[in-house]
Each structure stands twice: as C-alpha cells, then as structure tokens.
C-alpha cells in the first residue's frame, strides 16, 4: 500500500515542472516553452525595472531642490533618456510580452507557442538590447542624452565626434528590442488566430487575450515606422545623409511624424494588457461576470484601429497645418469611447459582487482608479488650445506617469498577484502585498499629481534646474517619489520568500474559472494532458456552467471542480 | 427600494455637480495670471474641461467606491455574486453619451482656437480678423477676450518681432528701430508677431503667462501671434528640449505701457551692441576651468557636451540673474 | 514489440503527421503576418520619399537632372519576370519534379543576380552619392534596402536549392519554398513602387 502512494506522486514528478524554484538553471538555457520564458521575460524586465528606478531616483533626488546641484547637467539629460528608454523597451513591453507569453497559451488551450524558437529568440534579444544599452555609459560621451524621443538635431549632435557614440548604441538597442517585439508580435499573432482550443470561438476567448491580440497587432502596423524612422537617424548620424538633419537640408519634423505614429500607438501596446489583466483579476475576485464582456473584448480591436490615426497630437506644436491640429484632436479625443466603455463596464462588474480585497484586487481596483484620472487629462491633452499650453511641461510627465505607473505597473503587479500561484505553484504572503499595495498607490498620488499642478503652472519637463516657484510641488513629488522607490522592497521580499518558502496553492486557489485554472499549478511542460474543448463563454460565475467538455487533466487533478462551481476555499491536500 | 435609488442618485449627482463647479472656479488659480488675451480664452475652456473632467470622474468613482464599501463578501460567504453578464441597454447609453460628450469638447476647443486666431505656421487663411466672422455664433460667455483681440488688431499696426533661439539663448530683434536684446519687451493691448528662427536645435518658444507655445525649427521661419493684455514681468522659457543647458534657457518677457515701451526702445537703440551675459556660457567656461564639467559645483561629475554658442551681442541686455 | 506498442506507435505516427501539417499551417500565416508588417517599413520610407519630394524646392543635387531610366527598366523587367519563373519551379516541386523545381530556381537566383549587378553597375556611374542631399539619400536609402531585401531572397533560393539535395526533404510538404517564393513577390511588388516613384515620377 504505501509502495503505491508514494509512487503515484513519482509518476506525476515525472515531467519536469516549470515554475518550481529547483531547477532554476534552465532559466538560463535557450528554453522553447512558454512558461520558461515567460518568467525569462518578467524576471529580466524587473531587474531593468529596479535600474531605470534607481535613475528616477536620481531624477528626483536633483529636482528636490530647484538647482542643478546634485549631479551635472548632462548626467541629468543622460539619466532621463535611460530612465524613459529602459521603462518602456526593457521594462514595460517585456514585462507585459512575458505575462502575454505565460498566460495567453494556458488561456487559449494551447501546449505552447506557435514558434517556440522564434519566442526564445525574440527573448535573449533582450539581454542584448540591455547590456548594449548599458555600455553606453562606459564608452567616450557617455549615453544618448536626447530624451527617449530621440528627436534630431540634439540626437544628431555628437560632442565627442566618436563613430561609436551613446546615441548609436541607443539606436541600435531600440533596434533590436524592435526586431524581437516584431517577432513576438508574429508569434502572438498566429498563436491567437490558429491554435485556440477546439470550441473556443473569438467570443468563448477571454479578454486578456482579446487585449494581447489587439496590442500585438499595433506593433506589426507600428513598429516598422518606428525602425524605418531609427535607420534613418542612424544613417544621417553614422555616414552623414541628410533626412534630418537641417543643416544638411532635411527635415527634423518628419522624425517625429515616424517617431509618434509608433510610439503613441506603443502606448496603447503596453495599456491593453493593462485593461486585460483588469478584466480578468476583476471577475475572479468581485465573484462576478465581467460586465458587458463581449464589448469590452471588442472595443479592445476599437482601440487598436482608433490608434492608427491619433499620433500628431503630440505634435501640436511641431509646426503642424491647422486641419492636422484639428483632424487629429477629433480622433484622439475619440479614443476616450472605447476606454470609457472598459471603464464602466469594469464598474459595473465589482457592483453588487462579493468582492474580496486580495492583493491583486486591490492593485487592480488602485490601477482602474488611476486610469480614469489618467484618461481625463489625456482628454485635456487631445485638446489643441488647452495642449499649447501644457505640452511639454510636467502636466504631461503627471499625466503619462499616471498611466504608466498607476495604470500599467498597477495592472502588471495585480497580474503577477494574481497568477503568481498559477506560475509558482505556491501562495504570496497577503500581508506584504498589501503592504506594497499601499506604499505603491500612495507614492504614486504624491509623486505624479504633483505634476498636473506645475505643468499648469509652466515648469518644462527634463530640465535639471527650475525657477524658485516650483519648488513646492518638486519637494512632495520628490518624497512620493522615495516612497514608490520603497515599495518595491516588500514586493521582492514577498516574490523571493514565496516562492522558496511559501504554502503550496493548489491548481485553483482563486476558484477561478478560465482555462489556465483546470491543469496543474505550476503547470506541466504540455500544460494540459488533452487539449480542452471549450463548451462556453469565460467569467461563468453564478452560473454553474461547465466551461470545457472534459476535464484536460484527469490525472493529476482529482476531480473537475472548476467545470462546475467549486464549493471550498480549502486548498487542495498536499 | 427604486424611489431610494433614485433620490439617491439624484443627491449624489447634485452634489457632484455642484463639486464640478467649484473645481471648474478653482482652476483659474492653478495658471500663471492670465497676461495675453489668449489665455483667458485657455483658461475658460480649461475650465469647461475640469468640470466636465471632474464630473465624470466623480460620477464614475462614486459607485465604484460605494460598490467597494457596501459589496464586499462576509468572511466565510464563499458563495458567487449574482451573474448578471450585461446590459444592451446600459452598454449603449455609456458609448453613446461620451461620444456626444467628446465631439461636443473638440468642437468647443475647435472654437477657442479659432477666437484665438492664431497663425499656424503654414496657414494663410487666419491672416487677420477671423473672428469677426466668428463672433455671430461663438459662445456667449465671454467676449472680453475676443474684443481685446480685435481691438488690439483695429487700434494699431501688429508689432513686429523676430525672434532667434540657439544652443542657449534668445535674441529678440526689432526690425523697425534695428534693436537688439536678450529680453524680450512687448506693448501692452498691441497684437505682437513673432518670426521665430532657430540657429541650430528645436527650441520651444514657451511663456506661460501668455499660455501659448511654439517649436522654433531650424530652417523654417514660423509667425506666430499673441496679445498681450496685461503689463509685467513674465518668464519665458525653452520648453522643447534643446541638450545640455536646456533648463537654463530662459529669459524674461516685459510688458509695458506703449508708452514706456517707446522710450525703451529709443534707449535701447542709443546703446552700442555689447556681448550680453549667457547662463550656458557662464557654467560652460567655469565647468571648463574646473576640467571640463558642464557645470562646476555638482557632485556627480558628466560627459562632454556640445560648447553653447558665444553670448549673444546686443543693445540690451536682461539684468544677470543667476538662473535657478 | 506487442500489438499494444505498435497500435501506440502507430497512432503517435499520425499525431506527429497533423502537428506538423499543423506547424507548417501555422508557419505560413505567421510569415504573411510578418511580410505584411516588413512592408509597413517600405510604406514609411514611401511615404517619406513623397512627403520630401513634394516638398524640397531643390530637389536633384546641383548637376543632376534626373535617372536615366533605360537599363533600370531592362533590369525591372528582368525582377518581375524572375516572379514568374519562381512560380513554374513551385509547380515543378508540386508535381514532385525535382529536377525542373531545380533548374527553374536556378534560373530565378540568376535574375535576381543579374538585376543586382545591374543594381550595382548603376550605383557606381551616378554622379551623385548618398550625402548628396536628400534625394541622394533617399535614392541609395531606398534602393539599398531594396537591393538587401533581392540579396536575402536569393540566399534563401539558395537554402531550398541545397535543401531540394536530400532525398525525402520536400516529402511532408514544402512550406519553406512557399515562403521563399512568397518573398520574392513581395520584393517584386516593392520594386514595382520604387521604379515608379524614383525613376517614372521625376
């Protein structure tokens, strides 16, 4: 008898588990599954996400007082630019494509990835954008210091007159962050539209992955602009054509033209995950279906159409034709159609719930929050006069940082929350998140709202020094910005214990209901033992509605509690 | 239990309201004062936008707070919230009405800036007096602005003014007296008209007090219009980033008395052009004699930089402030 | 071996067949999906060519008049038959005849060659270079990137050639020449542009 029993679990042990923390060293190994490379991606980007943090910390450190006295100003300039290049290249995106790779073939019923060299590739390109980027500091000028926009001439200016100079080296890492977001975005792509799960039709396909494929698809429309607009610049600062350079002739303007057309569309790349992940963590945790889920997955495709036509509004001042100013305030302004209808059908989700305030509830509901701030004074922002008037001043820094960090990071943590059982097979400790919740939401508000009022009041944005009359608002935003620096300290220590020490989760701690909570926590290098078919829309709650016809793993799960409503909180016996 | 519903609501909503409005009164105090004409038109849209902006932010996180209070599931009730999966209906009512809301904002903004009747870099048609034809349907609140504008415009010639921006100064030009200076003067009530001109970089031509900006782009020369309305002294600074000494490209923008002004530029024309003071070529020449720092009393020491151009010369020149 | 393993075998077998059928599927969309994004990057670059065209008032470099347009279109029409010719060698390979699949590709790598030497023949008698202001830049922008994407279709022509050597490759499919044949029409149809807009609009 006891031969047995202990044979069983044996048997199961026999498949590799992605996830545990004992076979770390294959997350240093060119690894084709999509769990592994999943945390590839989200482990990387964290670190990238404590270096560009330990720069704002930098930033804010000079601005708490109003002269350029702590370090010098091109150090200042030089910081800046790697603060905003490595949030967004080595940050927000691979954070965001490593959740997109963990969950959406878990979501969707799949083994793995369409391409699962291609996926490994377009990981290690990462590392590579890093360390590239990252070298920057140690050769002769120093790292760029034109600001993530890189706009010409500044970028074009080359003090040291080196061939291999910061800003080619910034050039040629967004380049290659480029080609692997373009290869992901492939992958993603052709993994949504081919391999779902038979019966999962476009609406039995959760919002998530609604989102990821309406993200990715900007990046196929988007990003070549970008990279055609990066080679240009390369070539005019590398072999001396003339595209931007107006001393040569060119044209500076049309740089931005490229620039934007990708990089504002770029935002909503790294928002729809965001309001995905909200529409997923909402329903789990309020106990309720998601709202109007069939127009909140469409209006995700909405957005990505509307971003096609909106980026000269951040070029109000560039120069532009009158009808361009007022063509693209219509279409930017209509943007706030298709969020509004997320926003409130996410209310009407957590109304009349039973809600549970868990960690990833309570960064998700913090993220929403932020986000309508946020989306409001982007309305403002898409209004020409008012946008004369505050473009590039802190109005805008407050406003993008509400959706980077009070929406984004906020979504990405209530992410990581919220799956971590799934991907680790182990519980977080509440308490520490909770704890991270707070300082995070309330570093936020003090370090971003700040900024609305000196952008009102007429403080550019990247200056190292400012006149006395912001000093006020720099000192608070300053201080919010230490705390938020802080925040990540319970985080790590819940992610780095838990994961080692934590209380085993069990399949399907949340009693969730979606396709990633009926294999095995963490899941198998197969993910499921059949492929699952799919018999009825996501977010059944209340309803007692079996979702897939069969339970896909009939051996290691005992019994299919998620197909119909599971009655216990009791995790499963170890 | 409805008629509670509804009484509620309608007190909240009220309530919301009358916070809209107060946030709608308040923002006027957020700005610079309103110096130009064009900045009282800003501010009143800017106005409209904060109480449209904080009544739908209240009308929205209200019932999300309340929902967050008042639903939230007892200890051990493990059971499931009812499965309501939409509403046709609601969902329509929330698409439609921002829609109408957000079409009804672009076009009160397509307004403002057609009363502002500023020259866009490429546009001949707003050549003068546009809002004479406007002035039939624009909104009623306040014309003050508007007639300002046009009075300004009818009163007097435009002031001309050229303006060039470099790595890291202004000089301002006035052609008709052949004046030079690195502050920028303006008559009060006089339409004034910028030619702006960049020697090198992208440059913002930015004065907060007037609530208008500019890029100055090298090659181009871009006209640019503003009223002034109000005499004082007002910062103007680089609001496009322009490299290494871009936050110390700044300068002040004095309003006179036409008068006042008259005899400033007589007096300035009396001066011989002399090399004026230079923030970025001050802390550039001290960084250098202190091995080539950008600038000399910082604790992280940087990298080499583009040197800024030699201090402009000119009749008149801003009194040294040390530029903080 | 048992009856049991051979049934296992048998059926392991066919699931290997439908999930490579499967991958092949999927590698087929997932290359339109990133052909169709590669040609975002020439759209932009278009675009761009248009938008300074239009609006440079001096547009050709002082001694420029414009492109001779004769050998230029000789080698246009060579590139766009070459399309046809790589279209007889994949029916060639449909029907299982390797040897023409072979020769048909060989003649395509030839016309891809000649139109790169063309390419470069006439490079090297411009009186103009790519610092020559901006058409110089946006010519040799343009056919450079061009000229790399012919340069990439033809090594590619090259792997299926050498693929085409080993008895059995092409056995479970040939989604490789599909791919290689479905580029060379996509670098075909930008040519097609390009010769239009720099040599046809002057």
């Given at each position: 008898m006891t031969d047995i029993s202990l044979k069983v679990p044996e048997a199961v042990r026999a498949q590799p588990y992605p996830g545990a923390p004992d076979n770390w060293k294959r997350f240093f190994t060119f690894s084709t599954d999509h769990k592994v490379i999943g945390i590839q991606y989200i482990v990387t980007s964290f670190f990238f996400f404590l270096v560009g943090g330990a720069f704002a910390m930098v930033i804010r450190g000079e601005l708490i007082t109003p002269d350029a006295d702590l370090i010098d100003r091109t150090a200042y300039n030089a910081l800046f630019t790697m603060h905003g290049t490595i949030m967004l290249f080595l940050w927000t995106f691979p954070v965001l494509v490593g959740l997109g790779n963990y969950l959406v073939p878990l979501m969707i019923g799949a083994?793995?990835?369409?391409f699962p060299r291609l996926n490994a590739v377009s990981f290690w390109m990462i590392p590579v954008a890093g360390v590239l980027l990252m070298a920057s500091f140690l050769v002769p000028g120093g790292p760029s210091q034109s600001g993530w926009w890189a706009y010409p001439p500044v970028s074009l200016?080359?003090?040291?007159?080196?061939?291999?100079?910061g800003q080619v080296l910034w050039i040629l890492a967004v380049a290659i962050s480029g080609v692997s977001s373009i290869m992901g975005a492939v992958n993603f792509v052709t993994t949504i539209f081919r391999m779902?799960?038979?019966?999962?039709t476009w609406f039995r396909t959760p919002a998530f992955v609604w989102a990821v494929l309406a993200a990715q698809l900007i990046q196929l429309y988007g990003l070549p602009a970008l990279t055609g607009g990066a080679i240009m610049l390369l070539l005019d600062l590398t072999i001396g054509t003339s595209f931007f350079a107006p001393d040569r002739g060119g044209n500076p303007i049309l740089y931005q033209h490229f620039f934007w057309f990708y990089s504002h569309p770029a935002v909503y790349v790294m928002v729809l995950p965001a309001f995905g992940t909200f529409s997923e963590v909402l329903p789990v945790h309020a106990?309720?279906?998601?709202?109007g889920y069939r127009v909140i997955a469409a209006s995700s495709i909405l957005i990505t159409i509307i971003s096609?036509?909106?980026?000269v509004h951040h070029m109000y001042a560039s120069a532009t034709p009158p009808w361009m100013r007022m063509f693209f305030m219509v279409t930017t302004m209509l943007v706030a159609v298709p969020s509004g209808i997320k926003v409130f059908g996410w209310v009407a989700t957590v109304w009349g719930g039973k809600i549970r305030f868990t960690t990833p509830m309570l960064f998700a509901l913090g993220g929403i929050s932020n986000w309508l701030f946020a989306g409001i004074t982007g309305i403002f922002l898409g209004s020409v006069p008012i946008d004369l008037h505050v473009h590039n001043t802190y109005f805008v820094v407050g406003h993008f940082h509400y959706v980077l960090y009070g929406a984004i990071a906020m979504a990405i943590f209530a992410a990581i929350y919220h799956w971590f059982p799934k991907i680790t097979g182990r519980r977080y400790y509440e308490g520490l998140g909770q704890l991270h919740f707070a300082l995070a939401y309330i570093g936020t508000q003090l370090t971003f709202l700040p900024m609305h009022p000196l952008g009102l009041m007429g403080m550019p944005r990247r200056v190292a020094s400012y006149d006395l009359e912001f000093a006020y608002w720099n000192v608070i935003a300053s201080l919010g910005g230490f705390l938020l620096g802080v925040s990540t300290v319970p985080f790590i220590l819940n992610m780095v214990s838990s994961w080692i020490l934590g209380e085993k989760a069990g399949d399907n701690p949340w009693r969730a209901y979606g396709l990633e909570w009926l294999t095995t926590s963490p899941p198998s290098v197969e993910n499921f033992e059949e492929i699952p078919v799919v018999i009825s829309p996501p977010?059944?709650?209340?309803?007692?509605?079996?979702?897939?016809?069969?339970?896909?793993n009939p051996k290691t799960i005992a019994d299919s509690g998620f197909l119909i409503e599971q009655k216990t909180l009791s995790p499963e016996p170890e | 239990m409805k008629l509670r519903a509804i009484i509620t609501l309608t007190v909240y909503g009220i309530l919301a309201a009358i916070a809209s409005l107060w946030m709608a009164k308040q923002s006027y105090s957020w700005f610079p004062p309103e110096a130009s004409a064009e900045s009282k038109l800003i501010d009143d849209l800017f106005a409209l936008f904060t109480g449209l902006g904080t009544f739908i932010y209240l009308g929205v996180i209200g019932p999300f707070f309340y929902s967050l209070i008042f639903h939230r599931a007892a200890k051990y009730d493990l059971s499931d919230g009812p499965a309501i999966e939409g509403n046709t209906w609601l969902e329509v009512i929330w698409t439609a009405v921002p829609l109408v809301l957000v079409i009804s904002l672009a076009l009160a903004s397509y307004r403002t800036y057609n009363k502002m009747a500023i020259r866009g870099p490429m546009d001949l048609v707003h050549l003068h007096l546009p809002q004479l034809m406007e002035t039939a349907y624009a909104l009623p609140l306040d014309d003050t602005p508007q007639l300002q504008i046009q009075n300004a415009l009818e009163t007097a010639p435009v002031e001309h003014i050229d303006v060039t921006a470099r790595q890291w100064a202004w000089i301002f030009r006035y052609p008709e007296q052949n004046v030079t200076s690195t502050e920028l003067h303006l008559p009060v009530n006089r339409r004034a008209r910028f030619t702006l001109h960049s020697e090198d970089v992208l440059h913002g031509f930015y004065i907060p007090a007037f609530r208008v900006e500019q890029y100055v782009v090298p090659n181009q020369d871009i006209d640019f219009e503003v009223t002034p309305i109000k005499t004082g002294t007002y910062r103007l600074r680089d609001s496009m980033y322009s490299g290494t000494y871009f936050a110390a490209n700044q300068t002040d923008a004095v309003v006179q008395p036409v008068e006042e002004y008259r005899q400033w530029l007589a007096a300035a024309a009396a001066q011989t052009p002399t090399p004026a003071f230079n923030q970025a070529a001050s802390e550039y020449a001290r960084g250098q004699a202190q091995g080539g720092r950008a600038k000399e009393n910082t604790a992280i020491k940087g990298w080499a930089t583009i040197p800024p151009a030699p201090p402009p010369v000119t009749n008149y020149a801003s009194k040294q402030v040390s530029n903080k | 071996m048992t009856t049991e393993q051979a049934i296992a075998q048998d059926i392991e077998a066919k699931v290997r067949h439908t999930q490579e059928r499967e991958a092949a599927g999927n590698s087929k969309f997932g290359f339109i999906v990133f052909l169709l994004s590669e040609s975002v990057i020439f759209l932009s670059f278009f675009t761009g060519y248009i938008i300074y065209k239009t609006q440079t008032p001096n547009w050709y470099p002082p001694g420029v008049t414009g492109l001779e347009i004769r050998d230029p279109a000789i080698n246009t029409v060579v590139l766009v038959s070459s399309s046809f010719v790589i279209y007889i060698a994949e029916r060639f390979l449909h029907d299982k005849k390797l040897w023409g699949f072979r020769l048909f590709l060989i003649a395509t790598m030839a016309m891809g060659g000649y139109f790169l030497y063309g390419q470069a023949v006439e490079w090297s008698s411009l009186p103009f270079t790519y610092q020559s202001g901006l058409f110089g830049g946006l010519f040799y922008l343009l056919t450079g990137f061009h000229g790399l994407h012919v340069f990439s279709g033809i090594v590619l022509q090259a792997v299926m050639l050498g693929r085409s050597l080993f008895p059995g490759n092409y056995d479970n499919g040939y989604f490789g020449v599909e791919a290689t044949s479905l580029f060379w029409h996509f670098v075909d149809v930008i040519w097609i542009i390009l010769f239009g807009l720099l040599y046809l609009w002057q």
């Open positions: 083994r793995d990835m369409a200016q080359n003090p040291t007159g080196n061939l291999i100079n779902r799960s038979p019966g999962m106990r309720k279906p998601l709202f096609g036509a909106v980026w977010y059944g709650y209340g309803q007692d509605r079996p979702l897939v016809a069969s339970n896909p | - | -």
